[in-house]
Structure formats: C-alpha cells, structure tokens
C-alpha cells in the first residue's frame, strides 16, 4: 500500500545562512525501523548545502535559532540547525 507520508531532513550547518556548508545531517525516513544517529563523517552526503536540499524538493520546516556567536567548547551545540521536510509516496 503507497501512502503520502512525511520525511525529515535535519542539517547543521556552518552559519545560519542556506549557502552555507553543512557539517552534520540526520535523514528521518517514515518506517519503522528509522535511525536517530547525526552523521558528522559521511562524506558522501546527498547535499552540501541547505540551499541543495530546497533546490532538490526540501521544505524548511524550522529555521535555526540565531543565537550570538560564542567560542564555547564545553557546549553541545553542533552548527545552526535547519529541520526540513519532503512530503512523498512511500511503499508500505
């Protein structure tokens, strides 16, 4: 059965500009047995850039937050965060 469902695409990047390169990303599919791992060392990432994932049919569903620039190594914090989305047929 083919249903419309909802796929993510979370992406750090560098700056919160959408030109910017990404330096992590986190694709969410629509199944059950979907990953939650951030990869920050694949260097065959299917976009370089937010602005590659629009131009491919990706939906900027949240922008970062634009905190001040802070040089922090003790904070988590992994790049701006973009979350996407792509509404497609998936195969159940």
Same mark, same amino acid.
């Given at each position: 059965?083919? %249903? #419309?469902?909802? *796929?993510?695409l /979370?992406?750090?990047? *560098?700056?919160?500009?959408?030109?910017?390169? @990404? =330096?992590?990303?986190? #694709?969410? &599919?629509?199944?059950?047995?979907?990953?939650? &791992? @951030?990869?920050? &060392?694949?260097?065959?990432?299917? /976009?370089?850039? +937010?602005?590659?994932? =629009? +131009?491919?049919?990706? %939906? @900027? +569903? %949240?922008?970062?937050?634009? %905190?001040?620039?802070?040089?922090d190594?003790? #904070?988590?914090? #992994?790049?701006? &965060?973009? =979350?996407?989305?792509?509404?497609e047929? =998936?195969?159940?």
């Amino acid at each position: 059965m083919t %249903q #419309l469902k909802q *796929r993510l695409l /979370y992406l750090h990047s *560098r700056t919160p500009d959408v030109f910017s390169n @990404i =330096i992590a990303l986190n #694709l969410v &599919e629509p199944t059950k047995n979907a990953t939650r &791992e @951030i990869s920050a &060392e694949d260097p065959d990432w299917p /976009y370089q850039t +937010v602005h590659d994932a =629009i +131009v491919d049919g990706w %939906q @900027i +569903v %949240q922008f970062p937050y634009l %905190q001040a620039p802070f040089d922090d190594r003790e #904070l988590d914090v #992994l790049g701006y &965060e973009f =979350i996407l989305q792509k509404m497609e047929m =998936i195969d159940e």
